[in-house]
Structures are given as structure tokens and as C-alpha cells.
């Protein structure tokens, strides 16, 4: 699988960007697809998930300020995030999800290089 994330970049805290991941290799329309983020020293965690129908779900820090979208004709998730906080800065990943006993998890092991989010004054 191909996971190729783009549009970070560094953002003012209340600024806004729009992550973009394109994923090959992968039957997309069928799979959940979520995009979690890993700020330095901090484990990875999943931030949002989207499924096939376009049920979405988020962590309590990003609710309200992310949204995740989909567009199964280009094989791509979206992730719009809006207010950001200094606390929002990391890298950030997409992977399609495996549904296990109660718990999302990611499906493959090989991440891609992410995008890197800086918010900072």
C-alpha cells in the first residue's frame, strides 16, 4: 500500500490547513480510513476515522475543530482542521483501519512519511 499525506505546514495557533492523502494499493471505497497524528516523545493516536459510508468519529481534543472527508473516486481522505493549537503540532499520518473487537486499529504496519503540522506563533 501507498500512503502519500500532504498539506502540512506551519500555521499560527487559530489557523487552518487541509490535510490531503492519497492511498494506493488498497480497495479504498471498502476501507475505514483514519488519520492519526504522533507529536515528538508521544505515541501515535488516532485522531479521526471515517467508514465506507461515510460514518465519521473523532478524539474528544480535535471535536468540533477537525473534519474528515472522503472521496472514494480519487482514493483520497481529507482532513480539515480549523483553531489550532500549539498542542495540535505533529506529524500526521492516514491508514486505512482494521475493526476488532471494540477497537480500530491500523491495517498495515508501513505509515508513509506523513506530514508534518507546526503551530506556533
Known amino acids: 500500500v501507498q500512503l502519500q499525506a500532504s498539506g502540512g505546514g506551519l500555521v499560527q495557533p487559530g489557523g487552518s490547513l487541509r490535510l490531503s492523502c492519497v492511498v494506493s494499493g488498497s480497495i479504498f471505497s471498502i476501507d475505514t480510513m483514519g488519520w492519526y497524528r504522533q507529536a515528538p516523545g508521544e505515541q501515535r493516536e488516532l485522531v479521526a476515522h471515517?467508514?465506507?459510508?461515510?460514518?465519521?468519529n473523532y478524539a474528544d481534543s480535535v471535536k468540533g475543530r477537525f473534519t474528515i472527508s472522503r472521496d472514494n473516486a480519487k482514493n483520497t481522505v481529507y482532513l480539515q482542521m480549523i483553531s489550532l493549537k500549539p498542542e495540535d503540532t505533529a506529524v500526521y499520518y492516514c491508514m486505512p483501519l482494521l475493526y476488532y473487537s471494540g477497537e480500530y486499529y491500523p491495517e498495515y504496519d508501513y505509515w508513509g512519511p506523513g506530514t508534518q503540522v507546526t503551530v506556533s506563533s
Open positions: 471515517i467508514t465506507s459510508g461515510g460514518t465519521t
